[in-house]
């Protein structure tokens, strides 16, 4: 089974507000891990990563936090806008060069 | 502009048939990465390529089969053995295996 999975498939929250999506991983050697925005009909696109020495990382509105300890992986979303709604993927390298491997993905939706 | 480039953006397969979905990059990467997404679902791995002439299977390889003659591209078969086809195929590009991906835009594939 997939070591990268999510808490929560959907998402819902009031434009403007801040948005946080939640994901768990498994393997304790996984230095690398991506949050990934996909729109309908479209491929995925990169947000923001980080790596496994740090405990958090800021972007443009986005924010990763790691928490190693329990394996958990956030991403935060500040003032929530309507382009916002897609679906949410947070990807992790298991410490190999083999690939990346994704979580099943929440759908984030947000209201008028 | 530099980017990944999959063609079509819509194919139909008859049963029995064998399609090629093409995948071109120019950005310059090594490895190059083909996964399957079904409805509500995350990335599913199919293969993966880290250099020319060299190619690994992913974790759904069955019924699927590439080639890797150039660095630039990367074309999927799916073979008639392929016993549920129909799904969101989408290539991916990385400088080298396990880091940042950058995807294309995905083909449909619909059996008919």
């Known amino acids: 089974g997939e070591s990268v999975g999510l808490h929560l498939p959907t998402l819902s929250v009031q434009e403007g507000d801040n948005s946080i999506i939640n994901c768990a991983y498994s393997?304790?050697?996984?230095?690398?891990f991506i949050w990934y925005k996909q729109e309908s009909g479209k491929g995925p696109q990169f947000i923001i990563d980080?790596?496994?020495?740090?405990d958090k990382r800021q972007g443009q509105r986005v924010t990763v936090l790691l928490n190693k300890t329990v394996k958990h992986l956030s991403l935060q979303i500040a003032a929530t806008q309507p382009g916002d709604s897609a679906v949410y993927f947070c990807?992790?390298?298991?410490?190999?060069?083999?690939?990346?491997?994704f979580g099943s993905g929440t759908q984030l939706t947000v209201l008028p | 502009d530099g980017g990944i480039t999959q063609s079509p953006k819509y194919l139909f397969r008859k049963e029995g048939q064998n399609v090629t979905l093409s995948c071109e990059q120019n950005?310059?990467?090594?490895?190059m990465y083909w996964y399957r997404q079904d409805p509500g679902q995350g990335l599913r791995l199919i293969y993966y390529s880290q250099i020319v002439n060299d190619f690994q299977k992913g974790d759904i390889a069955e019924g699927y089969s590439v080639s890797r003659e150039k660095k630039e591209s990367f074309p999927l078969t799916v073979t008639s053995a392929q016993k549920n086809p129909t799904a969101f195929y989408l290539c991916?590009?990385?400088?080298?295996?396990?880091?940042?991906?950058?995807f294309g835009q995905g083909t449909r594939l619909t059996v008919v």
């Open positions: 950005l310059n990467h090594d490895a």
């Open positions: 991916a590009s990385s400088i080298q295996g396990a880091t940042e991906a950058f």
């Open positions: 393997n304790s050697a996984s230095d690398y």
């Open positions: 990807a992790e390298n298991q410490g190999s060069a083999r690939q990346l491997t």
């Open positions: 980080i790596r496994s020495n740090m």
